[in-house]
């Protein structure tokens, strides 16, 4: 990790995404420490490092909102096939696999494609106690990112009508889960510098009893820490929720507590318009995953109509089996393309709003609204160079549209996380790229085999 | 351009796309010539040029079906604003005025990126006078992409009810369109070694009148060419078929004698299932845009229904102002999403059906389905070598979803054209990158200014 007591990023196409939403065409961002200490059109001062970013984009780090890590391993392991099959013959099997190394190589190899695109930050969902959440978080202390790390919480196997369906290898105890994610509190909450959070990762509906659900809402707001949880991301969701509680999915999570600006509620798709407004008034987070809801079939959730009424929506990647990238810039594209036709116009979910949810709305969601998500002075030190000198952003008229609907992460040139520079050049420096991804390639092959999952191509294979 | 005796393709991960979909996981490529002369599991001879093609997709080159040259210059110029806005004040506006270097300029911007990111071939939809047909046809030949260069055919300003609505630079007579056509047709039909066709390419429906119509229906296939025509993109054309002809979008084809497998349909959205039949029965291939029926709010092609019935259905990247980007392995990815949520069913539009309509689909619009779109003794040799090992393709378990799911063209590394290289590592043969970069960026800036176009991002910009 490239460390130096002051940075000075010069003429740089700066988007501060600050309130008033200032582009400096050749602006300086200086950095001092892990701060953001300067934000203006001509540097102040000399610094022990100068970055000159002449045709690159300077903005805050994106944060992805949604992330499976130990789904990296598994990417492409479940392609084109229905959701049941999904969970039931592949996801879940090989999950049910994992040894604490898988979860590591896993996690490493998320990361350094995350870095590689341009993510700083990210909201882990759920870690399950196969994928060892403490060797995960040593991985996150070293490699530079921001993140929170949730520990998976659960006490059912699914569904009440289908208590089977999970397996076996997934289960854990409602006392198992609290016990680690008490164990990691003490151990991980605001260590790295404040780079890592611990939260409760509240699995989904079916998984979680009632009672556990009250109890974590008590723990969490005790321990002054976070939830996350998949909700609406099924039709199936919403059927619970009636049949059980006889009220629709924000009524339910009314009931128990689960309101808040504290809460990140992942996909959110299957709202009401008063449901929407419901997650407004309390401000509960909706970390909104367009691939992946493409991908499951699950739906299009309703975002032109959520940041109408000022939900606070961020972006999120989802996993390996449902994106299969992890590529914030691409994520931000099929944001911005896929509820235009819905709705019937094209200037709904514009390129600034889509900055705006992997940037602000992602800060947010961590928890870290007045700390993070924009260039400001004061602010943390999370900063992204796009270079725009590429083919696909040629001729580079309007950098802000043409960044979302032309940009990929790999376009991305230099990381900077807390100050620390974590890419550069395109190149990693505090990680292996190369070691990272044999590794990964090798636990994947060993997972597979041990799982006794096949994978193959439709295509007949003539080897 | 890299011309060499043979060139043998080693130890790849040969997608064949043959009849049986072969894959070859450890196949030899063959190419003598412009023709692949051997598919096999072990190479019989050597070559004069060997290429490793361990840890790479070996495939038949990637056909772009519907693309506007001359709107890479206009990248990013008309994002999230309506279609009547998107046309008028934009892209008409600076279509209109544009120089026979702004044309080459551009279609030379565009060849790069689509050689960068695996197309090999592909159909140019509408060549106003203004873009100079000869001068992009003279880029074509130089630069050694396959390539149907299809001249506009108008006679009106739009809609006959909406007669003013196109901007005046861009509207052309019937008696130059043809003479234009003809010329053309002499000069380069099947010219640079058989690359390069010359084909009608008739506006859309409200810019070219019934007579009109018949007399290209005519011409196309006395000349023995083909032809490409928008279709269906907007919901005013089904309504003046149906107010002019008291017909669907189908049975206005029919009646005018537009259907056939010599005619290429762009976008085709606005279709009922009987017109989907009827597509197929007379095997009218179908350009499929999604990334542009989502900008544009232009709705969903009914793509699996399409596939149902036997369709042939390709892929096309469209323009600058309404993708923004010409990489098909990204518009395979966003082919293969889309539909999944409409028909809530996550297997319809598999990985190896997107494949399929990015090369054989391709090859069979471009009129060389015997000839092009899979990699078989005595076809074409049209083939790209896409490197599996990045991070976003890490593991690479099921390498064909892999590439459509996680894969971008930023992945391709060697691209092959009538058995020429023009991409390899990633850098460009027959073209200078950065000189096409530079130029077109000058061609851009001088281009707005001189048709007073004002395109800025939404936020303020201090300067």
New interface residues.
């Given amino acids: 990790m490239d460390s130096f007591e002051s940075i000075l990023i010069k003429n740089g196409y700066v988007?501060t995404i600050d309130p008033?939403?200032?582009?400096?065409?050749?602006g300086n961002i200086r950095i001092e420490g892990n701060k953001i200490t300067e934000v203006s059109?001509s540097p102040s001062n000399d610094a022990e490092l100068v970055i000159d970013a002449s045709g690159k984009i300077v903005m805050p780090g994106l944060i992805d909102t949604h992330v499976h890590l130990a789904q990296a391993?598994?990417?492409?392991?479940a392609?084109?096939?229905?959701?049941v099959d999904?969970l039931k013959n592949y996801v879940w099997v090989l999950q049910g696999n994992f040894t604490h190394a898988d979860g590591k190589a896993s996690a490493e190899?998320c990361m350094?494609?995350m870095i590689?695109?341009g993510t700083t930050g990210f909201i882990e969902c759920m870690i399950h106690s196969r994928y060892g959440f403490d060797g995960i978080a040593k991985s996150v202390e070293k490699i530079g990112m921001r993140a929170a790390l949730s520990k998976i919480i659960m006490d059912s196997t699914g569904y009440a009508d289908s208590p089977d369906i999970m397996y076996p290898g997934m289960v854990e105890s409602a006392g198992d889960c609290l016990q680690e994610t008490e164990a990691m509190l003490k151990k991980w909450q605001w260590d790295a510098n404040g780079r890592i959070q611990v939260w409760y990762g509240l699995r989904s509906l079916g998984a979680v009893s009632d009672s556990l659900f009250k109890q974590v809402v008590q723990l969490a707001r005790k321990h002054k820490t976070r939830m996350t949880m998949h909700l609406g991301e099924v039709p199936d969701d919403v059927r619970y929720v009636q049949e059980n509680h006889g009220t629709n999915l924000v009524g339910f999570a009314r009931k128990l507590g689960l309101l808040g600006d504290d809460m990140v509620f992942a996909h959110g798709i299957h709202f009401e318009d008063q449901e929407i407004q419901e997650l407004a008034a309390t401000q509960s987070n909706i970390s909104h995953c367009p691939?992946s809801?493409?991908?499951?079939?699950?739906?299009?959730a309703k975002v032109p109509e959520m940041l109408e009424h000022g939900v606070p929506v961020s972006l999120g990647c989802d996993g390996g089996p449902s994106?299969?990238?992890?590529?914030m810039i691409?994520e931000m594209r099929?944001a911005?393309?896929?509820h235009?036709?819905r709705?019937?116009?094209?200037?709904v979910v514009?390129?600034?709003q889509v900055i705006e949810m992997a940037t602000l709305g992602g800060a947010k969601a961590l928890g870290l609204g007045d700390e993070l998500g924009s260039l400001e002075q004061g602010k943390l030190a999370d900063i992204i160079l796009v270079d725009m000198?590429h083919?696909?952003l040629?001729?580079?008229?309007?950098?802000?549209?043409?960044l979302?609907?032309?940009g990929?992460?790999?376009d991305v040139d230099t990381v900077i996380v807390d100050g620390k520079i974590l890419l550069r050049d395109k190149e990693h420096l505090t990680l292996d790229?190369d070691a990272?991804?044999v590794k990964?390639?090798k636990?994947?092959?060993d997972l597979?085999e041990r799982a006794e999952v096949e994978?193959?191509?439709?295509?007949?294979?003539?080897?």
């Fill in positions: 988007l008033k939403r200032r582009i400096l065409p050749k059109k391993l598994i990417r492409g392991c392609d084109d096939v229905s959701l999904w190899l350094a494609e590689r695109t691939a809801n493409m991908k499951l079939a699950s739906g299009f994106n299969n990238t992890y590529d691409r099929l911005a393309l896929i235009k036709p709705v019937n116009d094209p200037t514009s390129a600034e000198r083919l696909n040629t001729p580079n008229t309007n950098p802000v549209s043409n979302v609907y032309a990929s992460g790999n790229r990272v991804m990964a390639e636990h994947a092959v597979i994978i193959e191509p439709k295509w007949p294979i003539f080897d």
